[in-house]
Nanobody, 119 residues
Framework: QVQLVESGGGLVQAGGSLRLSCAAS????????MRWYRQAPGKQRELVAG???????NYADSVKGRFTISRDNAKNTLYLQMNSLKPEDTAVYYC?????????????WGQGTPVTVSS
């Protein structure tokens, strides 16, 4: 099992910055991929950014150049640095981890942290 706890959300003005954190615990040694998703009111959950075990990253087009995903393996923590925030970035942000064990993929989610960007 893997437990994920997000923090760092809040209210910020447009153009501001926030850094989200996701602390992982449990069977973290077999985590292959970690991702940030978000879900805005009335919308489907969408992928924001991901990082795999070799450090490769990917981003949604809507956040490229503004958001940066990173991980600190020593602290077992995933981060999402969000700069130049826009009102359309308002959503609940979720941390996700994919753990691969003997060919089986296990999917874990945090409880989410809300981000509100005011115009």
């Amino acid at each position: 099992q893997v437990q994920l706890v997000e923090s760092g959300g809040g209210l910020v003005q447009a153009g501001g910055s926030l850094r989200l954190s996701c602390a992982a615990s449990g069977s973290i040694f077999s985590i292959n991929t970690m991702r940030w998703y978000r879900q805005a009111p009335g919308k489907q959950r969408e992928l924001v950014a991901g990082i795999i075990i070799d450090g490769s990253t990917n981003y949604a087009d809507s956040v490229k150049g503004r958001f940066t995903i990173s991980r600190d393996n020593a602290k077992n923590t995933l981060y999402l640095q969000m700069n130049s925030l826009k009102p359309e970035d308002t959503a609940v942000y979720y941390c996700n981890a994919l753990r691969v064990v003997t060919g089986h993929i296990f999917d874990y989610w945090g409880q989410g942290t809300p981000v509100t960007v005011s115009s």
